[in-house]
């Protein structure tokens, strides 16, 4: 925690430090989200949050946005959690995604920002990955969900996850 902003250690799938990442914990901060640069080992496209740490189950990852919603959702259990390093999921995520599992569920915040990730989302489809997603009441995020108490309903929400074209229209 360095002025307001907690950060994050960003590795690649061996664990290597490839950059830091940060996320604001004071309303007053200029930016929510701060990153380390491109550079040649350090791309937000070709990096997912929580890799090194990655338990697939059940042959699902679940992808969310933020730090917050995979430190949050592994507490609770689903260890099968990464996170985006950006607003929207890139090919380059989604091509890794599909050389570890066969399934992809994308938990997005439920407000416009997370329904137009939806959206693009729709262009990654990778052979032999299912993209799957699930909605958010408006206003949640993964975090603020398990938070409150919802893991239950979370669970739920997650068995019955719609393939992504029927859940971003």
Request: aromatic share 6%; net charge negative; no cysteine.
């Amino acid at each position: 925690h360095v002025d307001g902003i907690l950060v994050f250690v960003d590795g690649d799938q061996e664990g290597t430090i490839v950059g830091f990442g940060g996320r604001a914990i004071d309303s007053s901060a200029q930016a929510k989200y701060l990153n380390s640069s491109d550079s040649p080992i350090f791309n937000k496209r070709k990096i997912l949050f929580g890799l090194k740490q990655l338990q697939i189950s059940n042959d699902a990852v679940l992808v969310v946005e933020g730090y917050f919603d995979v430190l949050t959702l592994h507490q609770a259990g689903f260890k099968n959690t990464v996170a985006l390093l950006g607003t929207e999921i890139t090919s380059e995520q989604s091509s890794m995604l599909a050389t570890l599992t066969r399934e992809m569920i994308l938990i997005f915040d439920g407000d416009a920002g997370g329904r137009s990730a939806l959206l693009k989302a729709l262009r990654m489809s990778q052979p032999g990955l299912t993209v799957k997603a699930v909605s958010l009441p408006e206003g949640f995020d993964p975090d603020q969900y398990v938070r409150e108490g919802r893991v239950t309903e979370l669970e739920a929400l997650i068995e019955k996850a719609k393939p992504v074209q029927d859940a971003a229209i």
